[in-house]
């Protein structure tokens, strides 16, 4: 039975550094609730792929802690990582499988029964309209139907913990409101999603909580309000920009024009 106060994940200090002596994370913590839709910003380079990366077991961290639905990612790592579903930023299909034997071989991987695959495939294709595609290789997928295929993937298991690195990353802007109505019925159903993202009105949307992370660390987290507060402006797009140095470039600016 769950702890009443057991986090979706929990990170605390958590370190990473390269051989080369690179640190891409410096005493990073976040804590995310069941159910919540939290959404981690942060320019390229910031640490958000490594800290994915760590929390999945695809990197291992120099030091600190992190614990899923309160199981142990380093000692438990089974438990952990059967309750997270993954999205990775880049396309990483095997060229050579369907798209039913994607997502059947991954439902086998975190072992489900035959049967069981067979029905999420079933609900899975037709939830992301790729039943017509189902006996097509990947390879010949358009791009956006290779990443309708990597968010199906992620889901086959039933994850309770669904991260999703820059989903709709090089998508149509019609794909994208498709996922973002999905990630939101999913999230209302109680799965808990992280989202990585450089599309600002898209964590505006839909996250309700927001971490800034920069060189490393965690700079400011709290609603899009919050943020905005923390920097003096007036939106979550300006606290960003007041986050990296690029205050120049609020719109406010731009739409008021130059003046000599």
């Known amino acids: ?17 390269y051989p080369n002596g690179v640190e891409a994370l410096r005493g990073v913590s976040i804590a995310i609730e069941p159910g919540d839709f939290f959404g981690l910003l942060g320019p390229n380079g910031a640490g958000k792929s490594t800290l994915i990366h760590c929390a999945t077991g695809l990197a291992q961290p ?34 050579f ?21 067979k029905e999420r495939t079933e609900e899975l294709l037709e939830t992301f309209s ?17 990443r309708r295929l990597i968010l199906a993937r992620a889901l086959m298991h039933r994850p309770r913990l669904l991260i999703l ?24 159903e109680g799965v808990t999603i992280l989202l990585t993202t450089h599309y600002l009105e898209e964590a505006d949307q839909l996250c309700g909580r927001i971490a800034f992370i920069a060189g490393g660390t965690i700079a400011a987290q709290g609603r899009s309000e919050d943020l905005a507060a923390r920097y003096g402006v007036a939106n979550l797009e300006d606290a960003y920009l007041a986050l990296v140095g690029r205050r120049e470039l609020s719109r406010s600016h731009v739409e008021g024009g130059v003046t000599a």
């Open 97 to 117: 499988l369907t798209v039913e034997e994607t997502l059947d071989f991954h439902g086998g991987y975190f072992g489900m029964p035959k049967r069981d695959r």
């Open 1 to 17: 039975m769950p702890a009443a106060n057991e986090k979706a994940l929990e990170i605390v200090d958590l370190e990473k550094r």
């Open 165 to 188: 690195d820059e989903p709709t990353a090089g998508v149509d802007i019609e794909l994208r409101l498709e996922l973002w109505h999905y990630v939101q019925k999913i999230n209302a």
């Open 62 to 95: 120099t030091g600190g802690e992190i614990r899923v639905f309160g199981h142990d990612a380093l000692s438990d790592y089974g438990a952990a990582r059967i309750a997270i579903g993954l999205a990775p930023q880049e396309i990483n299909l095997d060229m």
């Open 130 to 146: 790729l039943t017509e595609k189902a006996r097509q290789r990947t390879i010949a997928l358009s791009g956006g139907m290779k």
